[in-house]
């Protein structure tokens, strides 16, 4: 099992930026990828960013050039600095690790961390 938890959320003016930590524990091996995923309000997950093994990345188009994914594997750690916020950021985000073992893959999520961009 792998646990997972976010912390950084918070209440933020546009314009400001914030940075969202997802550390795991448990039994971290085989891991192929991790994410963030946000769910705004009233509205389903979507993903926001994600980071593999090799350190390839990717972004959704709305955060491109604001937000920067970053994996720390010593640590077990992976971090989202968002800059440049805006309203429509607003959202629960979640982190996610996918792992392969046992030649299958598993998700895992952490509970989630509340980011509102309001003035």
């Known amino acids: 099992q792998v646990q997972l938890v976010e912390s950084g959320g918070g209440l933020v003016q546009p314009g400001e930026s914030l940075i969202l930590s997802c550390a795991a524990s448990g039994s971290i091996s085989g891991v192929t990828s991790m994410a963030w995923f946000r769910q705004p309000p009233g509205k389903e997950r979507e993903l926001v960013a994600s980071i593999t093994r090799s350190g390839t990345t990717g972004y959704r188009d709305s955060v491109k050039g604001r937000f920067t994914i970053s994996r720390d594997s010593t640590a077990n750690t992976v971090s989202l600095q968002m800059t440049r916020l805006i309203p429509e950021d607003t959202a629960v985000y979640y982190c996610?690790?996918?792992?392969?073992?046992?030649?299958?893959?598993?998700?895992?999520w952490g509970q989630g961390t509340q980011v509102i961009v309001s003035s």
């Open positions: 996610k690790l996918t792992q392969y073992v046992d030649r299958r893959y598993h998700d895992y």
